[in-house]
């Protein structure tokens, strides 16, 4: 099960369409939840998600409408006595706002929180998934975006196995090994098998045009965006740290996104069509201008390519 799930899709002020921001991410074992604003507790209430399968937090950074949920979660994984530990990514810089936001109030605190801030731009988290890495954004305050990479893998192709007589523990060796010996004739893994692409999903909140928003795009398969402004509010877009429609479009355009989707909306435009329209004329995939409690699957596996 891969999924995008969204939970809000409002920047700076919730209007009466769109809640805060707030998005989930399912990856097999994993659940992650980025950026919680206010109300994502009771959005989630709306999903089939429950505060106990939560896995992991990643906050972008500490404005308000990107973490003002978290006093609400934090407290939640307790209440339901969630029974793993949770790990939690932030900018190591809003340490305080952190701290402060998850002793907020008075609670029982039961569930373990495994805190590990982002240090630096580049910084890797391994998970059983593939890598999550932080880049850092071009925002007023320190803000990192994230992006999960599942490496390459190897798909064995049973009818050239059997061609060449392979079976049972050989499998296992050939592919630990990368290569077996038949009677004087080597057979390399390359020969029987399909490289199996990893998928990529990239998140990119808070901030102006730079390398990081291209660095965690790059070939993305399900890429979520903030798309604040349209471009007839560009200088000011630029000036206060946010993206357009356009600009994001032309991004994953550029980095080879296959499914875009577009979100953090400011409360001034009504229409949320104008997102599209204007998206529309710059990237031609899978387009997606968010609203609150929609699924958005990772779309299917590249095609595998030979050796
Ligand atoms: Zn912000």
């Known amino acids: 099960m891969r999924e995008l799930v969204v939970l809000g899709t409002a920047s700076q002020a919730p209007t009466r369409q769109r809640n805060h921001n707030g998005y ?30 939560l896995t992991r937090i990643c906050v ?23 029974p793993h530990p949770v790990a939690v990514h932030f900018p190591a810089d809003g340490a305080d706002y952190f701290a402060r936001l998850r002793h907020a109030s008075s609670f029982y605190e039961t569930a373990e929180l495994r805190v590990e801030p982002i240090e630096a731009d580049r910084q890797r988290i391994t998970l059983g998934i593939g890598t999550l890495e932080a880049r850092r954004l071009r925002h007023p305050i320190e803000t990192y975006g994230y992006r999960l ?6 798909r064995m192709l049973p009818e050239k196995l059997s061609a060449y007589g392979i079976a049972g523990p050989a499998v296992g060796e050939l592919l630990r090994v990368g290569h077996l010996d ?5 057979v390399t893994r390359d020969e029987v098998s399909v490289t199996r692409p990893g998928q990529r999903f990239a998140f990119v909140m808070d901030t102006g045009l730079c390398d990081g928003v291209y660095a965690l795009a790059e070939h993305a398969d399900l890429l979520v965006i903030e798309s604040t402004f349209l471009e007839p509010e560009a200088a000011l877009a630029a000036e206060v740290g946010h993206l357009t429609a356009a600009q994001a479009a032309r991004v994953a355009a550029e980095s080879g996104v296959r499914t875009l989707v577009l979100t953090h909306f400011s409360q001034r435009y009504a229409d949320p069509r104008r997102f599209a329209d204007e998206a529309r004329a710059h990237f031609d995939g899978e387009l997606i201008v968010a609203e609150d409690l929609m699924t958005v699957p990772v779309p299917p596996r590249r095609v595998a390519s030979a050796g």
């Open 24 to 53: 989930l991410l399912r990856w097999d074992d994993e659940v992650l939840l980025f950026d919680p604003g206010e109300g994502s507790q009771r959005q989630l209430l709306h999903t089939g998600i429950s505060a106990t399968d």
């Open 60 to 82: 972008t950074h500490f404005h308000g409408d990107h973490c003002l949920g978290l006093p609400g979660m934090i407290q939640r994984l307790s209440l339901d006595r969630v």
């Open 149 to 154: 990479v599942e490496p390459d893998g190897c």
């Open 182 to 186: 038949l009677d004087g004739r080597r």
